[in-house]
T-cell receptor, first 114, second 114 residues
């Protein structure tokens, strides 16, 4: 079966712009979570959605937001981009949420802010 | 709060050498423990997991045992291959918990030379 698909794979944006990243989970998975990966901070949890409801949010500023659609696809948005937002953004899907069921990761979107 | 600590990398080994990557955790409850692997340019793949004390997870020649008394989950492999070169992440999560997130260590890069 198809895995987790993240689009686009690479993005270059300018400071102050906003960006939207997309994640299509494995068919049948209703939980989608997002992580930011940077060399300095490692992998940090952004938020998790299940059936269109955000169930948990990490310690990130309000510039980071997300949503989930009825087909379980998810988007995350970062407004007013800063240089420090440059990172690999990873999406993970699971049946019921990490910890309860296995999380499968996409290949990530590499965001570069210049 | 909960956290995961991994040994600093990179770890450089010759092919067929024995591998150990140390992982210790701090947890308020009884988490499940995971090892994920990230190959260059890819997302994370679940390598193995253990859900309770004294459980041993194993996959592709890798093993790790959940040691509650030492709060450790060290990754081992008897004979590494060049294809094992990757970054390895130790992580914890709680089943039945409402956080729905994985807490990751900082990652350990493994380089295996022919």
């Amino acid at each position: 079966k198809a895995g987790v698909t993240q689009t686009p794979r690479y993005l270059i944006k300018t400071r102050g712009q906003q960006v939207t990243l997309s994640c299509s989970p494995i068919s049948g998975h209703r939980s989608v979570s997002w992580y930011q990966q940077t060399p300095g901070q490692g992998l940090q949890f952004l938020f998790e959605y299940f059936s269109e409801t955000q169930r948990n949010k990490g310690n990130f500023p309000g510039r980071f937001s997300g949503r989930q659609f009825s087909n379980s696809r998810s988007e995350m948005n970062v407004s007013t981009l800063e240089l420090g937002d440059s990172a690999l953004y990873l999406c993970a899907s699971s049946l019921q949420g990490a910890g309860n069921t296995e999380a499968f990761f996409g290949q990530g979107t590499r965001l570069t802010v210049v | 709060g909960d956290s995961v600590t991994q040994m600093e990398g990179p770890v450089t080994l010759s092919e067929e050498a024995f591998l150990t990557i140390n992982c210790t955790y701090t947890a308020t409850g009884y988490p499940s423990l995971f090892w994920y692997v990230q190959y260059p340019g890819e997302g994370l793949q679940l390598l193995l997991k253990a859900t309770k004390a004294d459980d041993k997870g194993s996959n592709k020649g890798f093993e790790a045992t959940y040691r509650k008394e030492t709060t450790s989950f060290h990754l081992e492999k008897g004979s590494v291959q060049v294809s094992d070169s990757a970054v390895y992440f130790c992580a914890l999560s709680y089943s039945g918990d409402s956080s729905y997130k994985l807490i990751f260590g900082s990652g350990t890069r493994l380089l295996v030379r022919p």
